[in-house]
């Protein structure tokens, strides 16, 4: 079972339930959240033996097709619902391929793994450790094999191949060593008051190596794959107080997410790409333009005041008694790498924005959790059609007063 979920600002399809079918071919996933969407896709089964001929491939419904297909049109659970599905499997012919690892050295293993070229699913069933290679039985599709070897240098290397009526032999995944991300880093810090001052963000070598700033990276073209980041560290050997690097990045495009330590990513770029608005570009062995990103600490703050009755969210107006939690947001009207600032409650019941970019905002609350997807342009316009425009200088604060609105308002509330 795979759920719609938003990852920094990213819609996502991530993993959050495993079922087996009963004697009479029923299954259950018991107590998903709701409201959600969510796809259901069957593993690549084939049958049992050494002599493999028929099998089941792996599909994903509603629909009955790929995965892409699926989540066009996914199934909607909705708040106590008991949502029914009915999966239709076919008996295929399934054939032999033959894949092997090219380019490892003496002794040296890999994992092989062999995916759906629109699907979440291992049509292999399990990665192995081989040396040289691997077989598998398939059935008619489009598949990419990955290889992958960790040790003192960690290699990579991907190959897209077709099942068409027939066995395969000599697919070959060449593997290349993966150099790391490079990461330059620049603080512009000019402010000097108690939070975001000089001392909180010296030089790399003054703050014990400390980038100031955490990257994620999300990727942009594989809706299920696994986000990656985290373990940004001085590059080792270089005299460079500001470069930084991360291992382990596999080729592909990512979303860049960047968040800063009581400071702000005031620009972040990879050679002419500006990170803010599109993805980095990783090419094969890791290679790819630097990552730039100048940090500036000369932030503001936002102080909100909500009216939570304009949603119905009084206990006196409701008459039921329940007041719900309010999520009160900052949408940048500019271009930004960083999480979409989130407000504090005081205990006074105002809200504040603690260390914000300068800039302009559309500030907007909801009566309930509610994930923006970054990405969609016009889910963007209508939350920040019904929000209050505030302009945020550096070391001023900006009042604002906005109502609440219900979670599933101006788009998709998860």
């Known amino acids: 079972l795979y759920g719609k979920r938003n990852v920094d600002g990213h819609m996502r399809w991530m993993q959050t339930g495993m079922a087996e079918t009963d004697s009479g071919g029923e299954f259950r996933f018991l107590e998903v959240e709701a409201p959600a969407s969510f796809v259901v896709c069957s593993a690549s089964s084939p049958d049992d033996g050494r002599d493999v001929t028929h099998g089941y491939a792996a599909e994903c419904f509603p629909g009955g097709t790929d995965f892409e297909s699926a989540v066009s049109a996914p ?15 076919a008996r295929q012919r399934f054939y032999r391929v033959s894949i092997a690892a090219a380019n490892l050295r003496q002794g040296q293993g890999a994992s092989i793994e062999i995916h759906g070229q629109t699907g979440p699913e291992t049509a292999s069933g399990a990665e192995r450790m081989v040396q040289p290679g691997v077989e598998a039985d398939l059935p008619d599709g489009n598949y990419y094999a990955v290889a992958r070897s960790f040790g003192q240098t960690s290699a990579y290397g991907r190959v897209d191949f077709k099942v068409t009526d027939g066995p395969i032999t000599g697919v070959t995944v060449s593997v290349l060593p993966m150099r790391p991300l490079m990461v330059e880093i620049h603080k512009e810090l000019t402010a000097t008051n108690g939070d ?219």
């Open 75 to 89: 199934l909607a659970v909705l708040p106590g619902q008991q949502a029914e599905l009915e999966v239709a499997l």
């Open 196 to 414: 975001a001052g000089q001392n909180a963000y010296g030089s790399g070598a003054e703050n014990g190596g400390n980038p100031g700033v955490n990257l994620t990276l999300i990727p942009a073209d594989n809706l299920f794959e696994n986000v990656t980041g985290g373990d940004l560290h001085r590059s080792q050997g270089s005299g460079d107080d500001d470069l930084y690097e991360m291992e382990n990045v596999t080729p592909g495009r990512y979303w860049v997410r960047a968040d800063a330590f009581q400071a702000y990513v005031s620009s972040i770029t990879s050679g002419a790409t500006d990170l803010a608005q599109e993805p980095l570009t990783i090419g094969p062995g890791g290679t790819g333009a630097p990552i730039e990103i100048t940090l500036r600490n000369d932030t503001g703050t936002i102080d909100c005041t909500v009216d939570s009755a304009a949603s119905g969210n009084d206990a006196a107006a409701s008459g039921d008694g329940e007041v719900k939690d309010l999520f009160v947001y900052a949408i940048p009207q500019f271009s930004s790498a960083a999480r979409i600032p989130q407000a504090f409650e005081r205990p006074d019941g105002t809200f504040e924005f603690h260390a914000v970019a300068p800039g302009l905002y559309s500030v907007v609350a909801f009566d309930g959790r509610h994930e923006v997807d970054t990405e969609d342009t016009d889910e963007l316009a209508r939350i920040r059609a019904q929000g209050k425009t505030v302009a945020v200088e550096a070391g001023s604060t900006s009042q604002v007063e906005v109502n609440a609105m219900a979670s599933g308002d101006g788009g998709t509330s998860q």
